[in-house]
């Protein structure tokens, strides 16, 4: 039976409700979450040394500390600070490191949840599936009821909240063939496609509030 319960009516604000989307894009990587939060908490600009050094000890890399040390490093000077610096949260220099911006559009205080998300194997692939303005609203929306919802009480709740689509129609075929499958697959939620119903995952909806 499906809950009666206003879906995500009574639940806190999504963490990443107030961040723009283009910067969703820039979220969807275990390493990239790890640098915003490791310069949140040191609220200072760090080397790349010690970056580096951060990345290192708190990622499960399976190769000897020396050749961590370097793949660590170059990720950071050609992938994961530029992009960081082109989405306007990081300011980086390659002599001088990094740290966050004045009043960044991602707060790092947001992104606990997330960061609990990337910790084992399939972090990444977690983060790809769920960061997204459809399905963190989607996920955002089961934290608030406890039993299963039906994909049509979602779809209303998504063009009231004027995310995914403009008619109910679309909205409930964009979550049966796009969104759904794509959260049950990386274990966010349960999603029964022959009746239509949807449950809540215990762990992402816990960590995304």
Known sequence: MSSKASIGGDSERDPL??????????LR??????????LGARRTRLSLMELTTTIVENEDLDVPTGKARHDVRISLVHNHLPRLAEYGLVEFDAETGAELVDEPPVHPADLAGLLELCEGPEGERMLEA???PVRMRVLGMLSGVEHTVSVEQLASALVASDVGADDRERAKISLYHAHLPVLADAGALEFDADANLVTRGERTTSVLH
Do not use: G, K, Q, S
């Open 29 to 38: 990587h275990p390493r990239r979450i790890r640098i915003l939060a490791t």
């Open 17 to 26: 409700t107030d961040v723009p989307e283009e910067c969703y894009d820039v």
């Open 130 to 132: 769920i960061v997204h």
